[in-house]
C-alpha cells in the first residue's frame, strides 16, 4: 500500500495503466450482444439463451467492482487533491443530467402523444384527417382504453389514472400516492443521513441511511404489486396500446433508477458501517444522495403526469 | 477480495509509457487515447469509404449492374452510421483528446481511466454494427436516419444488435464529453480565465453541453424502437394510438443538435489556423465566443426542417422554417469574422491553411445550400433529393472532414516531433479539393432536377452528373489513402519539428517541446498573455 507521504498532494493525481475500461467495454458488448440474441431468439419463437447476457453482466458487475474499490482505496491514501474532487463533483452532476434528458425523451413522447397524436387520431385539431381516414370511429380521450384498431392492440380494461380528487376513500387505497409519499419521505431521511455525517454521528449515519434503503426497497414492492394488479386486473400491458407504453416505459426505467439507486445507497451503507465517510471527505455517499434526489424528483413529474393529469 | 485489491498496487510509479501492447489496451494518457481515436476513426473513415465507394460504383451508370437494392441499402445506411458516429465524433473526440489538456494547461483528463473506457467500447460498438452485415436478413437498410417503421415493423432482425451499439456508442460519448466537460471547467492553469480560452476549447465545452444533451435522448428512441419490437408497445405505430411521425421528432431532436455536434469543434480548429498563418489576433474573439454558443442554443429549436414535408401543422412549419434561418446570423458572424482575420494579414498557404481556407469557402456554400433548404415551399421540391445529399456532403465532408485533415497537418508535429512534406500535403490539398467538388456539385443539379436520394437506380437523365460524381468520388477516395502514406511519411521520416512548429502560432501547447513530452504540464504552467487567443 503506497503511503500517502510519498504523494505530492497538490498535484493532479493521474492514474497508471489498469485493465479495467477495457475489460469492462469487453463485458459491455457481451452482455448486449448476449441480449441481442435472446430478444430475437424469442422474437422468433424460441426458448432464447440468458447464459452469454448473464456471463457479461458478471463480467461487468466484478470490473465495476473492482473499480469502485480502486478508487476508494485511492481516496483513503490521501492520492486525491481537492481538484481531483472537484472532477469528481462535475463527472457525477453531469451524468445526471444526462439522465435527465433521458426521461426527457420519454416525457416528451408522452406529451407528443397526448397533445398532439391522440387528438389528430381522434379527428381533432390540424390534422384531424388522419383520424378521419384511418378509424372513424377511434374516439380521442386519455387515457386511451380504446385503441384505434384493438385487433392488433387488445384495448387494456382500465388505466392507472388517480381517482377523483374529492373521493378521499379512494386515494386511501391508491398505491401511486403511497409510493409518492415514500418516496419524498426517502429523500429527507437521506439528507438527515448527509447531516449526522457532518455532524459524525455514527449511529445516527447508519440508522437514517438504513430508513433510505428500507424506503426505497418497500417503494419497489409496491410497484411490483402495482404491475402485478395492472396485468392481472386491469389487463393494462405493455401491448394495451399507446397509454400502456408510456406508461410501463415511464415507470419502469424510473423503476429501474430506482433499483439502482437503492443498491449504490445500500453499498454507502456498508461503506458508514466500514467508517469510510468523514465530515469533509464523503463525496460517495453525496453522489448517491444526489442521485437518489433525482429519481425523488423524476418521481413527481411522473406522479403528476402519468398518474394524476 | 481485499487482497485481490491490493495485489495490484505495486504498480511502477515509472513516467512513460509502457512497452507492448498493453500500453495501447491499458493507458490513462490522454496523447495515447488521442491517438487511439484518431487512428480508429481513419480505420472507420475508409471503412465508410469503401461503402461510399460501392455506392458510386453503382451509381455510375443508370440500371442496376453490380449489387441488389437491398444492399445498397445497407451501404448507405452503414457508410452514413459510420461516417457520423465512428469517423467524424471519434476524430473530433481524439483532437479534443490530444489537444484540450495541452490548451489549457492541464496535466492530462479530468478522469483518465473514465476516458479509456469512452475509447475501448467504440471498437466493440461497431464490430457489433458491422457484424450485422453478415447476419440473416442482412444488416440495417433504413437509411443512417432509421425511421420507424422502417426500423420497427420492417427491420431485419439484425436491427436489434444496431440498437444495443447505438447504446454503446452512445455511453461513450457521454462519457467523453463529462470528462472533455470537468476538464475544461475545473483543471484550466492558474490565469486561463473562461474568455481567455483557446476557441477550440470553446467549441468542445460547447459541443460536450451537446453531446450529453442529446445522446440519452437517442438512446431514449432506440429504446422505444427496442420495445416496439420486441415487447409489442406501439410508441411508433398508429394502430395503437402512437405515430410514426413521433419517431422523427424525437430523432431530429437528437439529430440537429448532432450536426452541430460534427461541425463546432471544426470552428475551433479553424479559427486556430487561420490567425496562424494570417499573423494577426482571431478577429472577433468574443463574438467567435457568442455565435457558438448562439448557434448551440438555436440547434434545439430548428428539428422539424428535416421534417418539412411529413405533414406538420402550418405554425410547426413557419416557426421552424424562421428558426432554422435564424442560425444563418451567428454563422455569418463566424464567416465574416474568419475573413476578417486574413484581411491584410501576412498570409502564407501551407497545407493546414489551404485546408481551413477551403473549409471557409466550401462550408459556406453547404450553409447556403442549407439556407434553400429551410425555406419550406422550396424544401417540398427539395425534400429527399440530391440536393439534400449536396448539401450535407458539403457540410461535412469539406467542412466537418477538411476540419479534421487541416487539424492533422496542423499539430501532427507537435505529436509527432516531426513536419509533414509540405509538397505532398499540398498535392493531398489539391487532389482533395478537386475530388471532392467534382463528386458533390454535380448532385445538386441532379437534386434540383429531381434524383431521389437513396436509390439504386435513376432515370437516364442523371446519367451524365451521376457518371461525373463517382469519378470525382474515386479521386476523392484515393487521395484519403495518399493522406495516410503522408502521415505515415511524416512519422517515420518527417523533419524534425521545433516546439512552436508554426511561426505565427499561439496557445500553451507550441510553448512545450515536439513531441510533447508524455506528461505535458504536471504543475500548471504561467498563462501568458502573448499566448492567448491564437
Redesign the interface.
Known sequence: ??SSTEVDNS??Y?????????F???G??LM??G??GF??E???GGAGGWTQSLVGFAFVSFVL???F??VV?ENAAGMNNA??K???V??MG??I??????????F??LF??RE???PW?GGE???AV?GEY??PAFEATWP?VA???PE??VNPGESMASPDVSNLSAWGAYLPFYNTVILLTSSVTVHFAHDAIKSQERNKIIGWLALTVILGIIFLILQVEEYIHAYQALGLT?????????F??LTGFHGFHVTLGTFILLVQLFRAIKGHFTANDCFGFESASWYWHFVDVVWVGLFIFVYVV | MSEVIHADHHDDHAHGPAKGMLRWLYTTNHKDIGTLYLWFSFAMFLIGGVMALVIRTELFQPGLQFIEPEFFNQMTTNHGLIMVFGAIMPAFVGLANWLIPMQVGAPDMALPRMNNLSFWILPFAFSMMISTLFMEGGGPNFGWTFYAPLSTTYAPDSVTYFIFAVHLMGASSIMGSINIIATILNMRAPGMTLMKMPMFVWTWLITAYLLIAVMPVLAGAVTMMLFDIHFNTSFFNAAGGGDPVMFQHIFWFFGHPEVYIMILPAFGIVSHIIPTFARKQLFGYTSMVYAVASIAFLSFIVWAHHMFTVGMPLAGQLFFMYSTMLIAVPTGVKVFNWIATMWRGSMTFETPMLFAIAFVVLFTMGGFSGLMLAITPADYQYHDTYFVVAHFHYVLVPGALFSIIAAVYFWIPKWTGKMYDESLGKLHFWLSFIGVNVTFFPQHFSGLAGMPRRIPDYALQFADFNMVSSIGAFIFGFSQLFFLYVVIKTIRSGAPAKGRSWEGAKGLEWILPSPAPYHSFTYPPEVKSEEVHG
Not at chain 1, 443530467?97 to 420519454?106: K, L, T
Not at chain 1, 405493455?238 to 408510456?246: A, H
Open positions: 500500500m503506497s498535484t493532479y493521474v492514474p497508471e495503466q489498469g485493465w479495467y475500461p477495457v469492462l467495454a469487453f459491455l458488448m448486449v450482444t441480449l441481442a430478444l430475437n424469442i422474437k422468433n467492482y473492482r473499480w474499490a480502486k482505496e481538484t481531483l472537484k472532477s469528481y462535475w463527472g453531469w451524468f443530467f444526462s439522465e435527465v434528458m433521458f426521461f426527457a425523451a420519454f416528451g413522447a407528443y402523444v398532439f397524436v391522440v387520431l385539431g390540424d390534422k388522419i384511418l378509424w386511451v385503441n384505434p384498431n392488433i392492440f405493455l401491448d394495451s396500446g399507446i397509454y400502456g407504453s408510456t410501463f416505459i
